[in-house]
């Protein structure tokens, strides 16, 4: 197997992407390139500030972009027109990208962090004029990563309790709101990427030596040694933190992004089948079809072509 690069100029300064079904989506911090998802320009999104996440409406004619600041926008992508929200003092903590859409696009729900507690409220906007809604899980948790629940009304949500340190999982449907603690020392999910799966169905992350899969009522899936620890190598504790890790679709390979660089491994045998090196690593990647990988570095998103060993003609 190898990985070829497919040259995409206009990502090239973009720090992250997100992907819908539609759309491809890098965000600069000062702009968000808008792409269909055969990577042809539809439009650039300028004047922003440190705008580091991109979320598409359910409908996929607006989306949300928030930055690592006080501040986040929302933009129509046929007109480009752009409204702003700058987060008010007690809650002026960084956002750090964090946001999502209702399941159905009349909201969104924006977990503002207050700066004496450092404890998150979760609000919600009404699209419409963009007004607080309401508030939820006031100054109970720090709610660290954020997900709509398309098929149930809800919101799930990863959170930390600062009073004893540890993880939950939080699960709100209507105004119902479900807690479920985490048993496994999970202190390190704050600190990198965590996921939820394309099919919505468990939740992903990675630390130094291992990398975990949850489903969404707290049960351990899965818990792999990381590939790339090594004891002997105080300095492999930074360089090989995997930041996030999925299955391709069909099942057979693992994509791995880590601090070190971007790994293709076989997933029933864990073998590495091909690795693309980076300097300052790879923090995210995003399946453009299931041949097509986007890849997120400090220095840019690259797109590569997953290419499979041809087979040997006698």
């Not at 720090?15 to 965000?27: A, E, F, L, T």
């Not at 809604?133 to 600062?162: C, H, S």
Request: net charge negative.
């Amino acid at each position: 197997m190898r990985l070829e690069r497919i040259e995409c100029k206009l990502l090239r300064h973009a720090w992250d992407i997100s992907v819908s079904p539609s759309y491809i989506i890098g965000c600069t911090g000062p702009k968000a390139v808008i792409l269909n998802r055969q990577c042809q320009h539809i439009r650039t999104i300028d004047s922003l500030d440190h705008v580091c996440k991109a979320y598409v409406s359910p409908d996929e004619k607006q989306v949300l972009l928030v930055s690592t600041g006080n501040r986040f926008y929302v933009a129509d992508i046929a007109s480009g027109e752009v409204r702003k929200v700058s987060i008010r003092s007690p809650f002026n903590q960084n956002l750090e990208g964090r946001g999502c859409w209702s399941h159905d696009g009349n909201h969104i729900c924006i977990p503002v962090v207050r700066s004496e507690s450092l404890n998150s409220t979760l609000r919600r906007y009404r699209l419409d004029d963009l007004s607080i809604d309401a508030e939820y899980l006031q100054d109970e948790y720090l709610i660290q990563f954020l997900w709509p629940l398309t098929k149930k009304n809800g919101y799930f949500m990863v959170a930390r309790d600062r009073k004893d340190g540890h993880n939950a999982f939080i699960k709100m449907q209507g105004e119902h709101i479900d807690i479920i603690p985490l048993i496994e020392n999970t202190s390190l999910i704050n600190c990198y990427g965590c996921y939820l799966n394309a099919e919505g169905t468990e939740i992903q992350f990675g630390c130094f030596e291992e990398y975990y899969r949850y489903s969404l009522d707290g049960t351990l899936i899965e818990k792999k040694q990381n590939p790339f620890f090594c004891d002997e190598q105080p300095d492999s504790r930074i360089h090989d933190t995997i930041n996030k890790y999925a299955l391709s679709p069909s099942g057979k390979y693992v994509f791995m992004a880590t601090n070190s660089g971007f790994y293709v491994l076989e997933a029933e045998s864990n073998q590495l089948l091909t690795h693309i090196p980076e300097e300052y690593g790879v923090h995210n990647f995003e399946l453009l079809n299931e041949n097509i990988i986007a890849v997120a570095t400090l220095h840019g998103v690259m797109i590569y072509q997953i290419v499979e060993k041809e087979k040997r003609k006698d």
